[in-house]
């Protein structure tokens, strides 16, 4: 692998961003570039009033009118600085805000476009991270660009050009300064960027804990372990805080060792001029004040300058981690097919294995079902039962084989065109804040309301809908919370119906409820949804029993498919888990 690949170039893709804004980031550091050349000039300026005014009052002239024009010269070239410094602030105000939306923005869509797989390996509090925290790192560094990247180099290198015009033997000292300073600088950023590459890796992990615990707050307490994982958390946190001390001591190291530098470096110049100015008298007061006001101004850009160094660190590990996410290829990319085969069969899979991260969770499964058909998956805990329904919508695709639904393989659709063919209700039901209509119509913004409340009835939640206070315009606490755990799951159900697809996956969909309105749920679909393919997932035989296609997994492997009666005559697994729960071969508890 060359160089480059490993270790590829970070600036560029993120450059693209502001492009837009590309206008204002000439204009913003030339305004301050122009602020920067008043506050060289001002020093040269003064000197030249302070030793014309000590000419003034050694030969007797009146000198107050001077001083007052003078000053007002003064006063106009500060506020004409001023003005330039506002406006570069605006500038660079309206440009960081913008990159980082754009860059947000981007960023988020392609997390969207990312695979079940790749998102794994991220991990979701890392991604929620590198959305906030490492692009508001992204969009400071942009506003510190305009407004001082240009600035505080130029003042330090023309403070010391200055100062070499005016006293070039006394501004020897600055430069013997210069090399320490850039020896300091070099040190602390080797130190800081991995410190702060650490960081950000523990920041990821406490986020993780912090997400367990938020959403499962009623586990541990439910099992009086509060103060565990209080304790957990804490440990997590002193160790996040523990590293972020470090990369920070690194960083604010840089600015105590610059002013030591340059302070030592003021007190040389006003010993050596003080010897000049006593002993030879060719060194003016204001050329010394002047000389001064340029080391006290390369002081203050060489500690911007330092603090730039730190937050650029940041940046620079917060860019990396940016540019990972948008340099993933997602594995699923858009096809060109939008629609399926007419007479072919609705879902086919041939000879399809999936693994994941080197583990085998499926093996050579093939079947065929025909539309308007009605098929159970059974099996174990991990048998693959889920993953197998995955590879219908693309959110894995298949390690070999292939997939195919209307006869053409699903690689072929477009992904808007695949989806919008199924409508799956996972065994996690994720509902969102708003209304119970906005909820239910997620599959299809236009639908009516009269295919909501008809989508309702089959998945047997009309009825608590309508008594709630504003029955269908009911607000939805965040999570569903205001719902209990079975009418989160037929609301669920309901926006799958409502959106009219013509696969309906079930994926253990109806586990919390009872066993006659499981019964009613399967009942009002097979009996409204004419037409629609309809794959349920369940551990329960009795959701299964009747469909007209039954497969049974067994540690990701097709161990049989048929109907029930059948399958208990024929396959041991499925006999095995008939008799787990008291089934008998005609599908009657024993």
Not at 231 to 253: K, M, P, Q
Not at 531 to 553: E, K, N, P
Request: charged content about 20%.
């Amino acid at each position: 692998m060359r160089k480059n690949e490993q270790n590829p170039p970070v600036i560029r893709p993120l450059a693209v961003y502001l492009r837009p804004f590309l206008w204002k980031c000439v204009a913003g550091p030339l305004c301050k570039l122009f602020e920067a050349i008043l506050e060289l000039y001002m020093p040269l300026r003064l000197a030249g009033v302070i030793d014309r005014v000590l000419e003034m009052q050694a030969a007797g002239e009146p000198y107050r009118e001077y001083v007052l024009r003078e000053g007002a010269i003064l006063v106009g070239i500060v506020a004409l600085g001023l003005c330039s410094a506002v406006l570069c602030q605006y500038w660079a105000s309206q440009v960081s805000q913008g990159y980082g939306t754009k860059l947000r923005s981007v960023l988020y869509r392609k997390i969207q476009s990312l695979s079940h797989r790749e998102l794994d390996a991220f991990g979701t509090p890392s991604l929620i991270n590198r959305l906030t925290a490492d692009v508001n790192a992204l969009q400071n560094a942009v506003a510190m660009l305009i407004r001082l990247v240009i600035r505080a180099p130029f003042l330090c290198i023309g403070g010391i050009v200055m100062a070499f015009w005016m006293q070039a033997r006394l501004a020897l000292v600055i430069l013997f300064a210069v090399p320490l300073l850039l020896l300091a600088m070099v040190l602390v950023t080797r130190r800081s960027v991995p410190l702060h590459a650490e960081t950000q890796k523990k920041n990821d992990r406490l986020t993780t804990i912090l997400r367990e615990n938020l959403s499962g707050v009623r586990v541990v307490r439910a099992f009086t372990r509060t103060e565990e994982q209080e304790e957990r958390y804490r440990e997590n946190a002193d160790d996040w805080a523990r590293s972020a001390v470090r990369a920070n001591r690194a960083g604010i190291l840089l600015s105590p060792l610059t002013q030591l530098i340059l302070n030592f470096a003021v007190v040389l110049i006003l010993a050596i001029s003080g010897w000049r100015f006593t002993g030879y008298g060719d060194v003016s007061s204001g050329d010394i004040i002047a000389l001064i006001n340029y080391v006290n101004q390369i002081l203050a850009a060489v500690l911007v300058v330092s603090n730039l160094v730190v937050l650029y660190a940041k940046a620079y590990v917060s860019a990396k981690r940016v540019c990972a996410v948008l340099r993933t290829e997602p594995e699923t990319r858009d096809g060109e097919v939008t629609e399926g085969i007419p007479g072919e069969a609705a879902v086919q899979f041939r000879d399809v294995s999936f693994s994941y991260q080197e583990k085998n969770v499926l093996e050579h499964i093939s079947f065929t079902v025909e539309r308007g058909m009605t098929v159970g998956l059974i099996g174990g805990t991990g048998s693959g039962k889920s993953t197998l329904t995955h590879l219908l919508s693309r959110l894995y695709d298949c390690t070999d084989g292939e997939v195919l639904i209307d006869g053409v393989n699903v690689r072929s659709y477009t992904l808007d065109a695949l989806r919008r063919k199924i409508a799956v209700v996972p065994q996690e039901v994720q509902l969102f804040s708003g209304t119970v209509a906005e909820n239910l119509s997620l599959g299809d913004p236009n639908v009516s309301r009269e295919t909501l409340e008809r989508a309702s009835q089959i998945a047997q939640a009309d009825g608590f809908i309508r008594e709630k206070e504003n029955g269908y315009d009911a607000l939805v606490a965040r999570g569903g919370r205001n719902f209990s755990g079975g009418q989160r799951q037929r609301l669920a159900i309901a926006r799958a119906i409502a959106a009219g697809s013509e696969i309906l996956v079930l994926d253990d969909a109806t586990s919390a409820l009872d066993y006659a309105t499981d019964a009613a749920v399967r009942e009002g679909i097979r009996r409204e949804l004419h037409g629609v393919t309809l794959f349920m997932i369940s551990q329960r035989v009795s959701t299964v029993r009747h469909a007209d296609l039954i497969l049974v997994l067994d540690d990701g492997r097709l161990a049989g498919a048929g109907k029930h009666a059948d399958l208990y005559r024929t396959c041991e697994s499925y006999r095995e888990i008939c008799r787990s729960q008291n089934v008998t071969g005609e599908g009657e508890n024993a």
